[in-house]
């Protein structure tokens, strides 16, 4: 889509799709929407809840955290014990829903087993649902109603269009089927919209051949969950690459003995691509910034 051009050894490279960049511009129109609801008496509030110590969930809670502070959304957080009953979550859940100085409410996924998932993002209110989970939310995205858009398949959109990446018409071949990415973003990227009306393939662990479908791929996004899953013989030349995998893999040498990489091999498949966003700093940064949209959102349509 973009030209592929060697570089002086011959090598050709990718263009690099900054998600820090694009997440800071996005960032910067939430923070003037921030301050015109502050002059109107609106104080945009999200409320965070966090069961159990996980340090990956910690670290992701911390991070939305920081990103409300910087564009002036207050936040608010719940910290529960790992050993909390089902009915102590949701007993949060509907005093959150009833506050009316809350105007969005994140519960950080995955929960401990004993409690179940769905029923807990079933139980908050809809319009305070800024993860874009509850199935009212995810049925009127795939209707085409204006909703409360899924933060990561959201902003996987706005990384593409923010970059120039032509995306209608285009065949985009996704890879992973989950309900918080593979599922809400298929479903946005065929509606008829600008940024959108592409073809779309969905690729799974039941794909067999799975290689021969990436391969026809303009716009590939991989959401498999696996460092590395994709090679550089499994796309075609000139095609952009969307990384949503966020992997820890052993590494002695790092200060914290763990890097962080994606589903994808960056290395080779960037020599093949025409665009490709890094991890970290691709699509990360641009989930945190769409549930600052949407939180400033839910507070705009309630104007409390
Ligand atoms: N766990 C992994 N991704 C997400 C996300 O986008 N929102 C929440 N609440 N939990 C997650």
Not at 63 to 90: F, Q, T, Y
Not at 121 to 132: A, H, S, T
Not at 150 to 168: D, F, K
Not at 240 to 261: C, E, K, M, P, S
Request: glycine share 10%; with cysteine.
């Amino acid at each position: 889509m973009f030209g592929v051009t060697p570089d002086k050894d011959g090598q050709v490279t990718a263009r690099i799709i900054d998600g820090k960049a694009i997440a800071d511009s996005v960032l910067g129109e939430v923070r003037e929407r921030v301050l015109a609801l502050g002059s109107r008496g609106t104080e945009p509030t999200l409320a965070a809840v966090l069961v159990g110590d996980d340090p990956a969930s910690m670290a992701y809670v911390k991070n939305k955290r920081r990103a409300c502070e910087a564009v002036g959304i207050r936040s608010v957080l719940h910290r529960l014990s790992v050993d909390i009953p089902e009915s102590g979550l949701l007993e949060l859940i509907a005093e959150l829903n009833h506050d009316r100085s809350i105007h969005g409410i994140l519960v950080q996924l995955p929960l401990p087993d004993q409690i179940d998932s769905h029923r807990v993002i079933e139980r908050i209110d809809p319009d305070k649902d800024v993860d874009g989970f509850h199935p009212v939310n995810i049925g009127r995205l795939v209707i085409g109603l204006d909703s409360f858009r899924s933060c990561t398949p959201a902003g996987i959109v706005e990384l593409l269009v923010r970059s120039g990446v032509q995306i209608e018409g285009q065949h985009v071949v996704v890879l992973g089927r989950s309900n918080i990415v593979g599922k809400p973003l298929m479903n946005l990227l065929v509606r008829k919209d600008r940024g959108a009306n592409a073809t779309v393939t969905v690729c799974h662990s039941g794909t067999r051949d799975l290689a021969a479908y990436s391969r026809q791929a303009d716009i590939l996004i991989a959401a498999v969950g696996r460092a590395g899953f994709v090679t550089a013989d499994m796309v075609k030349p000139g095609v952009v690459v969307i990384d949503v995998g966020i992997n820890r893999v052993d590494d002695t040498a790092a200060r914290r003995g763990y890097r962080l990489v994606g589903d994808v091999d960056f290395d080779s498949v960037s020599r093949v691509a025409s665009a490709i966003s890094p991890v970290p700093g691709g699509v990360g940064p641009m989930t945190v910034a769409m549930l600052m949209w949407n939180t400033v959102k839910a507070a705009q349509r309630t104007g409390t």
